[in-house]
C-alpha cells in the first residue's frame, strides 16, 4: 500500500493529549479491505449537501467506492468533484476531504473489483464499470460506476487509549 506523508499537522485536542501520529492512522487504512461505516458527503448544484452510505475500499493509498449513474452521489458528483468521506475504523474516527472521479482506466476497474472481491463482494467489471448480483440499497441499479477518492485533509479522533484529535494536511 502507499504511504502518504502529511506536509502539516496541527494538534485539535482540547484535553491535554498529544497529537496523534498519522502512522497509527495510516497502519488502520493498510490493515483493511472494506472499510467500516462509511459515509460520503457530496454537493449538490444547489449548494445544499448530500450525505450517503457507502461501501468502500482502501487500495494503494486512496478509497474506492461504487454508485449507481443515476443516484443523487453520482450526480453531484458529475458537477462537483469535491467531497468528504467519514468512517469509523478501529480505535479512530477519521473524516477525509478530497475529490472523486470517476475510474473507467480498464486495469483501474479490474484492480478496484478485485479488492472488492477480496472483501468479499462478488463484483465483475463489464464495460466502464461494475455487475454484481447484488448491492447496498443506496447504491442504485447497476452497472455501479466506481470512483478513485483522493483526500488532501485528514481528521481523526482517537476512541481508545491514547485518546486524541489530529488534522493532517497532504501534498500532492
Given at each position: 500500500?502507499?504511504?502518504?506523508a ?37 454537493v ?6 448530500h ?13 474506492y467506492?461504487?454508485s ?8 453531484n ?96
Amino acid at each position: 500500500m502507499a504511504n502518504r506523508a502529511p506536509i502539516a499537522s496541527r494538534n485539535l485536542d482540547i484535553s491535554g493529549n498529544a497529537p496523534l501520529p498519522w502512522s497509527r492512522v495510516q497502519d488502520l487504512l493498510d490493515g483493511l479491505i472494506f472499510l467500516g461505516t462509511t459515509f460520503l458527503a457530496t454537493v449538490r448544484p444547489d449548494g445544499r449537501p448530500h450525505s450517503a452510505g457507502i461501501g468502500a475500499v482502501w487500495l494503494d493509498g486512496d478509497i474506492y467506492f461504487t454508485s449507481g449513474e443515476g443516484t443523487r452521489k453520482s450526480r453531484n458528483l458529475v458537477t462537483n468533484a469535491a467531497c468528504v468521506i467519514s468512517a469509523r475504523l478501529t480505535t479512530v474516527d477519521i473524516v477525509l476531504e478530497g475529490e472523486a472521479v470517476r475510474v473507467t482506466d480498464p486495469a483501474t476497474l479490474r484492480r478496484a473489483a478485485a479488492r472488492f472481491r477480496e472483501g468479499g463482494w462478488p463484483v465483475q467489471v463489464e464495460g466502464d464499470a461494475v455487475t454484481a448480483p447484488y448491492a447496498a440499497p443506496s447504491a442504485g441499479p447497476p452497472p455501479w460506476n466506481v470512483y478513485r477518492f483522493s483526500f488532501h485533509t485528514a481528521i481523526a479522533n482517537a476512541t481508545a487509549e491514547p485518546h486524541g484529535a489530529t488534522r493532517w494536511r497532504f501534498g500532492d
